[in-house]
């Protein structure tokens, strides 16, 4: 597994390099947990404030939803299969 060099500052404002492990590098990015969405994400991406996401949840309406002890997740492709359902198909007046 190769290792990579980061710095991060500690609190008294000295530079200090530690090895981080790839897989851990991973996690840090959003690279693993883009397949899941906080209700944050989920607002972000909506355009919508973060309690229409809440309220989503406990009345019905939004996309599926899991619990992980008390963090809520939405798997990417259940929200993009809950906002495929809402598009509206423009039917041709004549």
Avoid at 33 to 55: C, I, N, Q, S, W
Avoid at 86 to 93: I, K, N, P, S, W
Wanted: hydrophobic share 35%; with cysteine.
């Amino acid at each position: 597994m190769t290792r990579h060099v980061r710095q991060w500052r500690l609190g008294h404002g000295n530079d200090k390099e530690r090895q981080v492990p790839e897989g851990r590098r991973a996690r840090e990015g959003r690279s693993v947990a883009a397949k899941h969405l906080t209700p944050e994400d989920l607002a972000e991406r909506m355009g919508v404030p973060v309690m229409t996401v809440y309220a989503w949840n406990s009345r019905g309406g939004g996309p599926r939803y899991m619990k992980i002890g008390k963090h809520v997740r939405y798997k990417l492709a259940d929200v993009e299969a809950w906002e495929n359902r809402h598009y509206v198909e423009q039917v041709a007046v004549c």
